[in-house]
């Protein structure tokens, strides 16, 4: 299941971020071995390529019914991922410290981690797909948009 406003992404794992730091050592050494190919086995097809080997690691930690589930969602509900998978990624790929990923999205006009994990999730979700990704339209198409506010009479434990 797709975690969504504040599940953290590793809820269901009494180990936590210890499992997720080994799930991504576990993911970073596949991906070095297999060249960092997405699930379909084509090369990766992500520009920049930066993006290549986290889109790896979250999909080797990512169950398969996660990911199903993500696939079906339409793009117009990804918002309804900010305080779940958002924060999740947010956390899980260092978006709140300075380092390649975060001067990607602050080179190209965004600043904060939270305007960041949204361009993230759909290249993420476009990745799963096996079609190239364009992470620098991803951002201009985001880049207008604030982080996502909950709807009015929505609530967290939706």
């Known amino acids: 299941m797709i975690r969504t406003f504040g599940e953290p992404l590793f809820a269901d794992n009494p180990l936590g971020a210890r499992v997720a730091n080994k799930a991504h050592l576990v993911a970073l050494a596949v991906c070095l071995l297999t060249g960092c190919q997405p699930p379909s086995g084509k090369a990766c097809e992500v520009d920049p390529q930066i993006f290549c080997e986290p889109f790896a690691a979250l999909s080797a930690e990512m169950p398969a019914s996660a990911k199903a589930e993500l696939l079906a969602m339409p793009e117009d509900e990804y918002w309804k991922l900010h305080f779940g998978l958002g924060m999740g990624v947010r956390n899980r790929f260092d978006l709140w410290q300075d380092n390649e990923l975060t001067r990607f999205f602050k080179d190209n006009g965004l600043d904060h981690p939270d305007s960041m994990s949204a361009p993230f999730i759909e290249g993420y979700v476009r990745y799963l797909r096996g079609v190239p990704v364009v992470m620098r339209q991803l951002v201009i198409d985001h880049k ?11 609530s967290t434990t939706e």
């Open 144 to 154: 207008d948009s604030p982080p996502p506010m909950l709807p009015e009479g929505s």
